[in-house]
């Protein structure tokens, strides 16, 4: 890009075109007028470069005036500096072609001492001629020398605070509107000591040093004079270090806190040109690099959308540090701006900037990523700039996605922190986040019978990503904890959170089971507080189990057998928002369980034992399909491993069954349970019929004694009947049914106490003829089963133990009749 074109283009306010060197001609002057008196007129006199640089500007003496009118005087000059500027400007300009101020520019020069233009001296009107000079090397020396002095007179100034702003919701607690029972959404939120921007550096202030005044105002006459000269030098195509000097130089008086306001049209211009170029389509809220292939996209070509997949960019800056560099000067400028409170200049160049970041973000340096996705995050907050953050939101949020699935964890955690700032931008006028349309492309949704037409010519474009999972299943504990950190401030502080928890909800589930204990409290804490806004605006499912101490089985123990991750039991509002929620994604979840990957496997199981813990009693409705989809996930484990391994693989699915038998009545599940291991269904097989006897078992062994008492004999009869113990039954049927037989003996036979209870609990109910009879049928089937079957010690062992439970529940049956 020509920027010598670009500033022949534009205009000033008065409507004149800019000529080189960022001034334009007054309107009575034919001759443009020269910038270089302005600096003299803002200083008082010309300066040397070297001066500065070697001068110790600490040890400057102020005028000879009282202490107190010397800062009052220091505090005018300063607000004369940034208050009035422009005034001082237009009337320096007016004045000097209204005088003819190049016959005077010229004679100035000629009455110059000579040591004054000497090698050896650096005025600041050598600097801003050095700088377009085509000899290489006299470019590299001039900003050398032009680095040094800004550096020098830098000393005497405070830095500007970093960007550092909040998210736009209240993340400390939650408040309530009067008597409604909503909660309230847009808290405005509280800057913390090194976020907000002292008044010192915002505006002038009367007690500011008067060396830092006197350094302020030679810094903004070097930019005056050398700006448009610096933005002419980054464009240099031949010179790295000079390109790399001119941006260093421009960061630096960017961060002075100096008035740059003037310098924005051209500035702008010349950093983009070093970037590549961009578009954005509102219409599909998608940044558009390739803008020929965008609109082929739009026409029903078979391509893919461009923010789905990694472009190879076309690099103009090939230097990669050169790319970092101009990407940290938009942040150098932001802060500028923002200290002495000018915003509203960038007004007009906000898209600017955030093409020229959005496409660093393609960028393939892992550095840059991450320093323009904190960049963005922090535009994204500005409140100024709210209305242009809720545009660009939602196409910010989707190119987000691709960070997500880089390889260097860094990069992925700013990609997260990007994309939750994009997603959570106010959109005040419809209660909701600006970016929450990006959610259903973070999961990865797509609607039903809903095919792209490029997926009929290339397969990878009929590919649906779920980033959510894989964020959320990845190794490295950092980038889970931010995810999950990421998807509580989503479900907790969203205007429109109701609209996406069902979706996010069990993947907060299954960071609660964690191995990493602050990801187990953030997840959990989480779930908590969405209970806790679950119970205000929904008072009348609560007050009535307070009220009346309604809430579970009395003689359920619900604190005891919970897994590591709960202390106790979850509230009442945690476990209500849970119930309300998961029928959406429970048919889903046991679907999982059968993937054929398994670690998915795996996964489902660890989030189904969490869920059994919200949900309790409540998981009995839809008991007929997680008890067939519980057997399935099993007959899948069994078959892609070996015997031994098996069983180690099953262990998480055995202990979702122990946890699911503390709830659930065993009147709920044996009707189901009792056909199939029998054989009585029409499908039923020999795998099928051991993977429920493998069910059973489970169930049996985490069923409470006082509940599976009054079914214990039709259990036993079951077990110990010729179809699953007898000779013409599969060996691995056989041994599954004696193991849940075996267990079924070990729950009344664990102590003489339990047994005694066991046995005056059935003559209560009137069932201990019925008891005597099942005892004496099934140790007759076992004794029949051992003579004729043979060959298998572990069989054998198993029945030899049913037999001498028997024996002693008889004898304990006899000596308490």
Same mark, same amino acid.
Request: glycine fraction near 6%; charge should be negative; proline fraction near 5%.
């Given at each position: 890009?020509?920027?010598?074109?670009?500033?022949?283009?534009?205009?000033?306010?008065?409507?004149?075109?800019?000529?080189?060197?960022?001034?334009?001609?007054?309107?009575?002057?034919?001759?443009?007028?020269?910038?270089?008196?302005?600096?003299?007129?803002?200083?008082?006199?010309?300066?040397?470069?070297?001066?500065?640089?070697?001068?110790?500007?600490?040890?400057?003496?102020?005028?000879?005036?009282?202490?107190?009118?010397?800062?009052?005087?220091?505090?005018?000059?300063?607000?004369?500096?940034?208050?009035?500027?422009?005034?001082?400007?237009?009337?320096?300009?007016?004045?000097?072609?209204?005088?003819?101020?190049?016959?005077?520019?010229?004679?100035?020069?000629?009455?110059?001492?000579?040591?004054?233009?000497?090698?050896?001296?650096?005025?600041?009107?050598?600097?801003?001629?050095?700088?377009?000079?085509?000899?290489?090397?006299?470019?590299?020396?001039?900003?050398?020398?032009?680095?040094?002095?800004?550096?020098?007179?830098?000393?005497?100034?405070?830095?500007?605070?970093?960007?550092?702003?909040?998210?736009?919701?209240?993340?400390?607690?939650?408040?309530?509107?009067?008597?409604?029972?909503?909660?309230?959404?847009?808290?405005?939120?509280?800057?913390?000591?090194?976020?907000?921007?002292?008044?010192?550096?915002?505006?002038?202030? &009367?007690?500011?040093?008067?060396?830092?005044?006197?350094?302020?105002?030679?810094?903004?006459?070097?930019?005056?004079?050398?700006?448009?000269?610096?933005?002419?030098?980054?464009?240099?195509?031949?010179?790295?270090?000079?390109?790399?000097?001119?941006?260093?130089?421009?960061?630096?008086?960017?961060?002075?806190?100096?008035?740059?306001?003037?310098?924005?049209?051209?500035?702008?211009?010349?950093?983009?040109?070093?970037?590549?170029?961009?578009?954005?389509?509102?219409?599909?809220?998608?940044?558009?690099?390739?803008?020929?292939?965008?609109?082929?996209?739009?026409?029903?070509?078979?391509?893919?959308?461009?923010?789905?997949?990694?472009?190879?960019?076309?690099?103009?800056?090939?230097?990669?540090?050169?790319?970092?560099?101009?990407?940290?000067?938009?942040?150098?400028?932001?802060?500028?701006?923002?200290?002495?409170?000018?915003?509203?200049?960038?007004?007009?160049?906000?898209?600017?900037?955030?093409?020229?970041?959005?496409?660093?973000?393609?960028?393939?340096?892992?550095?840059?990523?991450?320093?323009?996705?904190?960049?963005?995050?922090?535009?994204?907050?500005?409140?100024?700039?709210?209305?242009?953050?809720?545009?660009?939101?939602?196409?910010?949020?989707?190119?987000?996605?691709?960070?997500?699935?880089?390889?260097?964890?860094?990069?992925?955690?700013?990609?997260?922190?990007?994309?939750?700032?994009?997603?959570?931008?106010?959109?005040?006028?419809?209660?909701?986040?600006?970016?929450?349309?990006?959610?259903?492309?973070?999961?990865?949704?797509?609607?039903?019978?809903?095919?792209?037409?490029?997926?009929?010519?290339?397969?990878?474009?009929?590919?649906?990503?779920?980033?959510?999972?894989?964020?959320?299943?990845?190794?490295?504990?950092?980038?889970?904890?931010?995810?999950?950190?990421?998807?509580?401030?989503?479900?907790?502080?969203?205007?429109?959170?109701?609209?996406?928890?069902?979706?996010?909800?069990?993947? #907060?589930?299954?960071?609660?089971?964690?191995?990493?204990?602050?990801?187990?409290?953030?997840?959990?804490?989480?779930?908590?507080?969405?209970?806790?806004?679950?119970?205000?605006?929904?008072?009348?499912?609560?007050?009535?189990?307070?009220?009346?101490?309604?809430?579970?089985?009395?003689?359920?123990?619900?604190?005891?057998?919970?897994?590591?991750?709960?202390?106790?039991?979850?509230?009442?509002?945690?476990?209500?928002?849970?119930?309300?929620?998961?029928?959406?994604?429970?048919?889903?979840?046991?679907?999982?369980?059968?993937?054929?990957? &398994?670690?998915?496997?795996?996964?489902?199981?660890?989030?189904?034992?969490?869920?059994? #813990?919200?949900?309790?009693?409540?998981?009995?409705?839809?008991?007929?399909?997680?008890?067939?989809?519980?057997?399935?996930?099993?007959?899948?484990?069994?078959?892609?491993?070996?015997?031994?391994?098996?069983?180690?693989?099953?262990?998480?699915?055995?202990?979702?069954?122990?946890?699911?038998?503390?709830?659930?009545?065993?009147?709920?599940?044996?009707?189901?349970?009792?056909?199939?291991?029998?054989?009585?269904?029409?499908?039923?097989?020999?795998?099928?019929?051991?993977?429920?006897?493998?069910?059973?078992?489970?169930?049996?062994? &985490?069923?409470?004694?006082?509940?599976?008492?009054?079914?214990?004999?039709?259990?036993?009869?079951?077990?110990?009947?010729?179809?699953?113990?007898?000779?013409?039954?599969?060996?691995?049927?056989?041994?599954?049914?004696?193991?849940?037989?075996?267990?079924?003996?070990?729950?009344?036979?664990?102590?003489?106490?339990?047994?005694?209870?066991?046995?005056?609990?059935?003559?209560?109910?009137?069932?201990?003829?019925?008891?005597?009879?099942?005892?004496?049928?099934?140790?007759?089937?076992?004794?029949?089963?051992?003579?004729?079957?043979?060959?298998?010690?572990?069989?054998?062992?198993?029945?030899?133990?049913?037999?001498?439970?028997?024996?002693?529940?008889?004898?304990?049956?006899?000596?308490?009749?």
């Amino acid at each position: 890009m020509n920027i010598d074109s670009i500033w022949n283009s534009l205009k000033n306010e008065d409507g004149l075109p800019f000529v080189k060197g960022g001034i334009t001609p007054s309107c009575e002057a034919k001759k443009p007028f020269n910038p270089i008196s302005l600096a003299h007129q803002i200083i008082g006199r010309p300066f040397d470069v070297d001066d500065i640089s070697s001068y110790d500007l600490t040890k400057l003496s102020p005028p000879k005036v009282e202490d107190h009118d010397r800062r009052n005087a220091a505090a005018d000059v300063y607000s004369d500096l940034f208050g009035g500027l422009r005034a001082i400007h237009k009337t320096s300009i007016a004045n000097a072609t209204c005088e003819d101020s190049d016959d005077e520019d010229q004679d100035a020069e000629e009455n110059e001492p000579p040591q004054s233009v000497s090698n050896t001296s650096w005025r600041i009107e050598r600097i801003a001629k050095a700088l377009v000079s085509d000899d290489q090397s006299t470019r590299v020396q001039t900003l050398s020398k032009l680095k040094d002095a800004i550096d020098t007179l830098l000393v005497n100034s405070s830095a500007l605070p970093k960007l550092k702003y909040p998210p736009p919701y209240d993340n400390d607690h939650v408040e309530l509107r009067g008597n409604w029972h909503l909660v309230s959404d847009f808290v405005k939120p509280k800057l913390s000591e090194d976020t907000v921007i002292p008044r010192a550096q915002r505006l002038p202030c &009367g007690t500011m040093h008067f060396d830092a005044v006197e350094s302020l105002k030679r810094l903004q006459a070097m930019f005056n004079s050398c700006g448009n000269s610096l933005f002419l030098v980054i464009g240099d195509v031949n010179s790295e270090k000079c390109r790399a000097l001119a941006i260093g130089c421009l960061q630096s008086l960017l961060l002075a806190g100096i008035d740059v306001s003037r310098h924005i049209p051209y500035m702008i211009p010349a950093l983009r040109a070093r970037l590549q170029q961009c578009t954005y389509d509102k219409d599909m809220e998608v940044f558009v690099q390739d803008l020929h292939t965008h609109e082929f996209y739009k026409r029903g070509g078979a391509t893919d959308r461009q923010d789905r997949h990694s472009l190879s960019i076309k690099v103009i800056e090939h230097n990669e540090e050169l790319r970092l560099e101009l990407c940290r000067t938009f942040n150098c400028l932001v802060r500028g701006i923002l200290a002495v409170g000018a915003e509203r200049t960038l007004d007009a160049y906000y898209a600017d900037i955030v093409f020229s970041i959005q496409t660093s973000l393609q960028d393939p340096s892992p550095e840059l990523k991450i320093e323009a996705s904190n960049l963005l995050v922090q535009l994204m907050r500005i409140p100024h700039w709210e209305p242009g953050s809720k545009y660009f939101a939602t196409g910010l949020a989707r190119s987000a996605l691709l960070g997500c699935r880089h390889r260097n964890t860094n990069v992925i955690i700013a990609a997260i922190a990007l994309f939750e700032a994009s997603v959570c931008v106010p959109d005040r006028a419809k209660k909701k986040g600006a970016g929450t349309a990006a959610i259903a492309d973070l999961v990865g949704f797509r609607e039903e019978n809903v095919l792209p037409v490029a997926a009929f010519y290339e397969s990878k474009c009929n590919v649906s990503v779920n980033t959510l999972a894989e964020l959320a299943s990845h190794t490295n504990h950092r980038i889970r904890l931010r995810c999950c950190e990421m998807l509580s401030y989503f479900m907790v502080y969203l205007p429109d959170r109701y609209d996406h928890q069902q979706r996010l909800l069990p993947y #907060v589930l299954s960071f609660v089971d964690d191995d990493i204990p602050s990801i187990r409290e953030t997840a959990l804490n989480c779930i908590e507080k969405c209970g806790l806004q679950y119970e205000c605006e929904h008072p009348e499912d609560v007050i009535e189990r307070r009220q009346f101490g309604v809430d579970g089985d009395d003689t359920t123990d619900y604190d005891r057998g919970l897994p590591e991750s709960f202390p106790r039991r979850p509230s009442l509002g945690a476990r209500l928002f849970v119930r309300a929620n998961a029928s959406r994604f429970f048919l889903a979840l046991l679907d999982e369980l059968s993937n054929w990957k &398994g670690h998915i496997r795996h996964r489902s199981a660890k989030v189904l034992l969490i869920l059994t #813990v919200y949900c309790e009693e409540h998981l009995t409705k839809d008991f007929h399909h997680t008890i067939a989809s519980i057997a399935k996930a099993i007959g899948m484990d069994i078959s892609s491993q070996s015997e031994g391994d098996s069983m180690m693989k099953l262990e998480p699915i055995r202990r979702v069954l122990r946890l699911m038998a503390k709830y659930v009545d065993p009147a709920a599940y044996l009707p189901l349970l009792c056909p199939r291991i029998l054989g009585d269904n029409s499908s039923a097989t020999s795998d099928s019929r051991r993977n429920y006897a493998i069910v059973l078992s489970s169930l049996i062994e &985490g069923s409470p004694i006082h509940r599976l008492t009054l079914h214990w004999t039709d259990v036993a009869s079951l077990l110990s009947d010729t179809d699953c113990i007898g000779p013409f039954v599969g060996t691995r049927t056989r041994h599954r049914c004696l193991t849940a037989f075996h267990t079924l003996i070990t729950m009344v036979t664990t102590s003489k106490g339990c047994t005694a209870s066991f046995i005056s609990q059935l003559a209560d109910a009137g069932e201990l003829g019925k008891l005597r009879s099942v005892l004496s049928s099934s140790k007759a089937a076992l004794e029949e089963m051992m003579r004729k079957v043979s060959g298998c010690e572990e069989i054998a062992k198993l029945g030899r133990g049913c037999i001498d439970g028997l024996s002693e529940i008889v004898a304990t049956a006899t000596t308490e009749v």
